[in-house]
């Protein structure tokens, strides 16, 4: 292994039309590690997730993951490297027309890496994994709730055993409870898989549990990249309104004590 950052960032620069959503924007993020990415709505985090996968073209700067341009190579060579990262949507983004079952096994049919029968396995593993029933494989999307639809994105991003995993927004729209058990799943992941995690996430008790470095888009780059401590002792407008505000504060303690 190398010690190349499993993303980096460089220069980066998007617009759209006229608005520039990122000008010169700079990331590094070392294997192993939980980056939260921060920033007010519209800052750019989704643009920036999407551009780390390779969906979207930055106007101006590069992307590199493990070492490597996204786009170095022939196609072999990129369709080894798209095996090594995945992304949970927003919204979920599970197709809504197929099954659990069949939304996991997508991944592992497309990729041709498994037969019908290792993806029978691999599916029940990967369902396990995310803390659903093997019952729940035949359930359509629209039979499912927030949560469950939230880990089966999840169960299908791991099903060709990533090494890097992109989740925006992973908790949003779940209660507390739902919330912390699904904290809770990612933090045994990384432990157990050693992922590397790049997280968006509004929410403080999330960002506190999980992050080992808080990145800041703010002004069009990363405004700031350190530990929540550090981060949280800075005067920028946006942090200060951000971490310091007393529901802010609470939710941090409650992430520590967890
Ligand atoms: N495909 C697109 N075409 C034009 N503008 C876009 C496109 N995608 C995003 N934008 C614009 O880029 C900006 C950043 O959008 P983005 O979705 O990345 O924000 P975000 O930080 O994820 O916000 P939120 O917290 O609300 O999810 C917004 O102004 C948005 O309107
Ligand atoms: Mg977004």
């Known amino acids: ?5 499993v993303v980096s960032l460089r220069g980066l620069s998007t617009r759209f039309g006229t608005n520039w959503v990122h000008k010169g924007l700079d990331l590094d993020v070392a ?6 990415l921060v920033g007010g709505s519209g800052s750019g985090k989704t643009t920036l997730l999407r551009q780390i996968v390779g969906l979207l073209q930055p106007t101006e700067g590069t992307v590199a993951l493990f070492g490597e341009p996204l786009f170095a190579g022939n196609r072999a060579a990129q369709k080894l490297r798209r095996r090594r990262f995945a992304m949970c949507f ?13 939304n996991i096994a997508f991944p592992l049919r497309e990729s041709r890496v498994a037969s019908e029968d290792e993806i029978r396995d691999l599916v029940a593993l990967k369902l396990g994994m995310v ?4 019952e729940h494989a035949a359930l359509m999307p629209a039979e499912l709730s927030g949560g469950m639809i939230k880990r089966v994105a999840l169960a299908r991003a791991l099903a060709l055993e990533p090494e890097l995993l992109l989740l925006d927004e992973p908790t949003a729209g779940l209660d507390p409870t739902r919330s912390a058990a699904f904290v809770e799943l990612v933090k045994d992941l990384q432990r157990q898989l050693g992922l590397t995690v790049v997280l968006v996430t509004h929410d403080l008790d999330t960002l506190a549990a999980l992050s080992s470095r808080v990145a800041v888009l703010a ?40």
């Open 90 to 102: 927003q919204q979920g983004a599970l197709f809504s027309a197929l099954t659990v079952y069949d």
């Open 219 to 258: 002004e069009k780059k990363i405004l700031a990249y350190d530990t929540l401590d550090a981060i949280m002792k800075l005067e920028h407008p946006f942090i200060q309104e951000f971490f310091l505000s007393e529901r802010s504060a609470r939710a941090l303690e409650r992430g520590r004590g967890a």
């Open 131 to 134: 803390e659903l029933q093997p």
């Open 31 to 36: 294997a192993g590690e939980v980056v939260s």
């Open 1 to 5: 292994m190398s010690a190349a950052p």
